[in-house]
């Protein structure tokens, strides 16, 4: 049988040698002769040899002169889903390409081994990896996380993925920024050189999964080495590296078991060793890395899902799905930290009593203040979140007053019984939660910070009847946001009182020496801790004026 020919520079070419010369060009593996011939006739011979496909020509924006390929070919916006090779993710994290079934081969030439479990994904043909989506998303959060964002802040560029891709690369994300500074030792030892920073991060999240998260590492290296294949020229001349780097890394467990958690920096960690030793900051960068449960406040009355804990909230597993269980359509709980939940229970509200809640979202306080029977204006300066309060209020069955307004301009028509104050702070005793804000921020807003914190306790006090009470808490590690803030509101206000809180489940040795409650992610080990908090009960003398 004569071998089939094509037309297109002017003279006739061997379709299977043409298909050879293009598949070399471009480093993409063998190329059936069939295939060739579909995008041919769909795109010319010159799109087929320089890369143009339909994705090329338009479905992710590629141009002229982006790329150079193997030979001096330019693939002029060439990428893996080019000639039916596959799918990768355009940069919002969206699918792009036609799926094909070409076999694939590292960079050395030899057959790759094929993905399992948490590893590459098949295209349409069943043999062929593609770049994991959730993989991918989860360094799409991590780049964004190394130019100044919050993960919350990045959430758009996931925001194409399906939830469960969408949870997963959350996830990722959040356990390799848990593990940056332990990371560093393991891939140094494998690595010449130090490589470009998007195949630095991918070696980062692959050495937490083998090595933090203890997945199959043919999965993970070979969803390592597509997602490097899928960035361009340098990427797909850096898999070989990924690769041979990988499996190295694989085997390096006792070398990981050897290496302490990451350590807080140092404008935190100074202070914190200060405060409390260098023993309970090892313990605090110790419950940093393991992470945080899902806490549950139930309303009164209601049963909530979970361990039941000492001070009243209700502990799940880390990874909880919120909306399938028990109890969440009827509205019978929230999700609030357990240290969170304490302000409230602290203040101690009574049915009837006029309480304001300051920047009050996410409105858990706000949830358990109505849930009491108090009369609550929650103010906030967002809108937004407190639309989101709204939501959690409808759903289950409460009610307040919302008020979007700076805390500081806001005014109570009539005295108050009690405000409670979650004044804005650092967030340091949330790294477990957000392992982003320590790699992001610095101790330069501190002051300011602090000054702010000040005046709105001042401006809080003044909303009080005589004899009311301030509940002020922050979710912070510094003793400048805490202990020493609620010192200065004494020095102040002559008259003004600490009152120390006496309800279940607060150890005494929680509480200090001016009479406020110190929480801290290292208390309650056995039970996976908690966020850092510090809290205080205030109250006016009842001739105050």
Known sequence: MAPKRLAGFGSEIDRDSLALVIAVAHGLGAITSAKLGRQIQRFGIFAALFGFSEGALGGCGNVFGRRVGHGGFFRLGLERFNLGMGSVL???????????????????????????????????????PRPDRSRAGALRLLDAVATGQTLDEAAGVIERLAPAEKARARRLALETLRRVGRLEPVLDKHLARRPRPEILMLLRLATVELLALGEAPHGVVNAAVALARGMGQKGQAAAGMVNAVLRKVADEGALWASLTPQEMPDWLREPVVAAWGEEVAQAIEAAHEAGASLDLTAKPGREAPGEALPTGSHRLPVGT???????????????????????????????????????????GKTMQLAAA??????????????????????????????????????????????????APCSATGTIRRHPDLPLIRDDTEIPEIVALQAELIDHALEQLKPGGRLVYATCSLLPAEGEEQIRAALARHPGLTVEPPTVPGIAPEWITPEGGLRLRPDLWPERGGMDGFYIARLRLAADAT
């Open 373 to 422: 029977g108090a009369e609550v204006t929650a103010i906030d300066i967002s809108e937004h979140r407190l639309a989101r309060v709204a939501e959690n209020l409808a759903r289950c069955g409460l009610s307040a007053t919302l008020v979007a307004s700076d805390a500081l301009e806001w005014q109570a028509e009539a005295p108050l019984d009690a405000v409670l104050l979650d």
């Open 321 to 363: 799905q919120v909306s399938a269980l028990a109890g969440y359509e009827a509205g019978d709980w929230w999700v609030q930290d357990a240290a969170a939940a304490l302000a409230a229970v602290i203040l101690d509200p009574r049915p009837g009593e006029r309480i304001a809640d300051l920047c009050a979202a996410p409105g």
């Open 90 to 128: 355009d940069k919002h994290g969206k699918g792009s390409g036609a799926q094909g079934a070409g076999k694939r081969r590292s960079d050395q030439g030899k057959p790759a081994r094929s993905g399992a479990g948490m590893g590459a994904v098949t295209g349409a043909g069943g043999d062929k």
